[in-house]
């Protein structure tokens, strides 16, 4: 990679610039994020099980333990992109680091004294999950500062594939290391993880600006209020949340009807059920591996649209699945949705990073996610009410034209008439 610099003399020379993976500072918080996923997908298993089989839990106490542990995002997103605007980005992900190895640290510390219980479980999830409100806010804030413009799509690809690959392996390891050395033990390893992705922060060497002060009378419900105004006031971005909000009602029905449907309707064995979720995942890594190039030959915008409207119309033949080996057509349908939306989430949230300016980052990145995360628990109600009115089958169908469809917000819109991303001018 190349860009224009001006020497001694004025004249215009081109410059060599190395690429992701030998620039330092990315690595870093690459290699952190990693770790960080890996070992909160763990957790996502381990946590669940700690209050099964230590606590005995009910069904009704485990469903309200997984709702605390994403609650945050509806309640704590608005006020933590404005709070995130007004601090360095890279501190706050050290901070959020070090709460989350103290939080996640207490459950196998009470545990080895046998003074835990369900309330400390369900004020860890929710601790836990109002640190991760703030370190995801800050890291997709704090990329643009650490990286060209023209790196955001390939940067958010590899960041992407690590999302999926957490996703992937993560819930293995952690049903291992529950076999291995018990739910609580297990939790050990999310609390390390937490440790080295916070080493890797501090090792960046890359000095963050410090956002401009704002007036001292300034309250905070203004400051949300101008992102969401940004947000909603901007006639692609408007199209995008409202894309990936409808996107993400649909997937929650998907993902309420989907074990469903294996186990009852095609009658899959628990064990192959997994191997299936499994496989489909690796559409979501061929995406993340992909987009990038895709992106150079379709055009950084103008992928948004095409990554759902063409892309994504293969996922509808996972509903057409029978017993037996037509089986094999649920993974591959949901492959396919998963490459889509990978490559969709990328390019997007690129063209997010590359318009908003930087004082806006974090409440832009906010309001976009508590938009498009506030529908995928309505989508998974209106799926299991639909799935009973009408058949799981039937409501997979329309499930999966749904996610489709959501592509035609973005289609209708200025992005339509566009190949790239526009690049900001250099002030």
């Known amino acids: 990679m190349t860009e224009v610099a001006n020497d001694s003399q004025g004249v215009e020379t081109e410059v060599e610039r190395p690429s992701l993976w030998r620039q330092r500072d990315f690595m870093l918080l690459w290699s952190g994020l990693t770790l960080s996923e890996v070992g909160s997908a763990v957790t996502r298993v381990a946590l669940p099980l700690v209050a099964v089989v230590v606590l005995d839990a009910s069904t009704f106490q485990v469903g309200l333990l997984t709702a605390a542990t994403t609650a945050a995002f509806a309640v704590f997103a608005l006020p933590a992109g404005a709070i995130v605007d007004r601090h360095r980005k890279r501190s706050l992900m050290i901070v959020c680091d ?27 999830a929710l601790a836990a999950g109002v640190c991760t409100v703030f370190f995801d806010v800050s890291y997709q804030s704090y990329l643009p500062s650490l990286i060209r413009t023209d790196e955001l799509m390939a940067a958010n690809g590899k960041l992407g594939t690590t999302q999926s690959l957490a996703q992937l392996g993560g819930p293995s390891l952690g049903g291992g290391l529950v076999a291995l050395v018990g739910a609580a033990m297990a939790i050990v390893v999310d609390a390390l993880s937490y440790a080295l992705s916070m080493l890797a922060m501090l090792g960046i060497r ?18 949300i209020t101008e992102g969401l105004r940004f947000v909603f006031g901007h006639p692609i971005l408007r199209r995008v949340v409202i894309c990936t909000g409808t996107g993400n009602l649909f997937g929650g029905m998907t993902a309420a009807l989907a074990m469903v449907f294996l186990v009852r309707e095609l009658h899959v064995g628990p064990a192959l059920t997994g191997l299936i979720l499994a496989v489909s995942a690796i559409g979501g890594i061929l995406g993340g591996m992909f987009a990038g190039r895709l992106a150079e030959r379709v055009g950084s915008a103008r992928i948004i649209w095409v990554s759902l ?8 033949i ?13 993974p591959l349908g949901w492959a396919c949705a998963g490459f889509a939306y990978m490559v969709y989430n990328i390019a997007q949230v690129t063209y997010r990073q590359s318009v908003t300016p930087p004082e806006l980052m974090g409440r832009m990145n906010a309001a976009v996610r508590w938009v498009v995360w506030g529908t995928m628990p309505i989508g998974s109600l209106l799926g299991g009410a639909l799935g009973s009115l009408i058949g799981v089958r039937p409501a997979l169908v329309v499930a999966f ?27």
């Open 98 to 124: 070090l709460l989350r190895l103290l939080i996640l640290g207490s459950v196998p510390l009470a545990a080895a004294f046998d003074v835990l219980t369900m309330g400390q479980l369900y004020m860890v």
């Open 206 to 223: 890359r000095r963050e600006e410090p956002p401009p002060p704002p007036p001292a009378d300034e309250p905070l419900s203004r400051r």
């Open 309 to 316: 409207l063409v892309f994504s119309a293969p996922q509808v």
């Open 318 to 330: 996972a509903a057409a699945a029978w017993e037996g080996w037509g089986a094999l057509l649920f």
């Open 401 to 427: 034209a749904g996610s489709w469809a959501a592509g035609w917000f973005v289609f209708f819109s200025p992005l339509r008439r566009m190949r790239d991303i526009p690049r900001p001018e250099a002030g």
